[in-house]
């Protein structure tokens, strides 16, 4: 059982519609993390979230944590070819000493 | 920039085989990782080091092992490979063990 839920698990639309990918959990987390990754690299860190309702945005990416911290959600507005790739949220589990992430969303965004 | 570096991005190698993969961060971080990805599994993490000469296992140790001997290199050690280590392998390091993670940009391994 993954301790951090990813869905969908595959997204497929048209450049310039809006997306959401969503990250939950039944513990508490401090505080999560989101990642993407691009074909045949490493995930890049794109977020941090620690405040429970905490609202962050990165260009056209909106993140939400949830008001409990059990949950986050990544919002694309007008989606871009340039944002397809794998996202990843991930968090440190109450008192582990390490990550752990989801499954992963795959988005492609067609041209 | 902070720069982790594997120094395999592809091999192959046959069943049997003593495998190593190496890693080495230039951002002085305690603590190092190695994962891997498999579609469908996301990330595994297989084993941790939070210091030179400590490791801790991760979800999914078995057949594998590894070693820090320097605070900037871990490596990660197949004894005997096998068909079902073919993977994508990641290494990462991060000042904190629950802060962000900086990867580096994966080994495919494939055996045969």
């Known amino acids: 059982t993954q301790l951090l839920e990813q869905s969908p698990q595959f997204l497929s639309i048209q450049e310039g519609e809006n997306l959401t990918v969503y990250c939950n959990s039944s513990?508490?987390?401090?505080?999560l993390q989101w990642y993407r990754q691009e074909p045949g690299e490493g995930p890049v860190l794109l977020v941090t979230v620690v405040t429970g309702g905490e609202v962050k945005k990165l260009k056209r990416l909106t993140f939400q944590f949830g008001d409990a911290r059990k949950d986050s959600s990544l919002h694309i507005t007008a989606a871009q070819p340039g944002d397809t790739g794998l996202y990843l949220c991930?968090?440190?589990?109450?008192?582990?000493?390490?990550?752990?992430f989801g499954q992963g969303t795959r988005l492609t965004i067609n041209p | 920039d902070v720069k982790v570096t594997q120094s395999s991005r592809y091999l192959v190698k046959r069943t049997g085989e003593k495998v190593f993969l190496e890693c080495v961060q230039d951002?002085?971080?305690?603590?190092m990782f190695w994962y891997r990805q498999d579609p469908g599994l996301g990330l595994r993490l297989i084993y941790f080091?939070?210091?030179?000469?400590?490791?801790e296992k991760g979800d999914i140790p078995e057949g594998y092992s590894v070693s820090r001997e320097k605070k900037e290199r871990f490596s990660l050690i197949l004894e005997s490979a096998s068909t079902n280590q073919t993977s994508m392998y990641l290494c990462?390091?991060?000042?904190?063990?629950?802060?962000?993670?900086?990867f580096g940009e994966g080994s495919w391994l494939t055996v045969v």
């Open positions: 991930a968090g440190p589990p109450p008192g582990a000493q390490k990550l752990v």
């Open positions: 080091s939070y210091d030179v000469k400590m490791k």
């Open positions: 990462a390091s991060s000042s904190n063990p629950g802060n962000t993670i900086y």
């Open positions: 951002m002085d971080h305690e603590n």
């Open positions: 513990s508490v987390f401090s505080s």
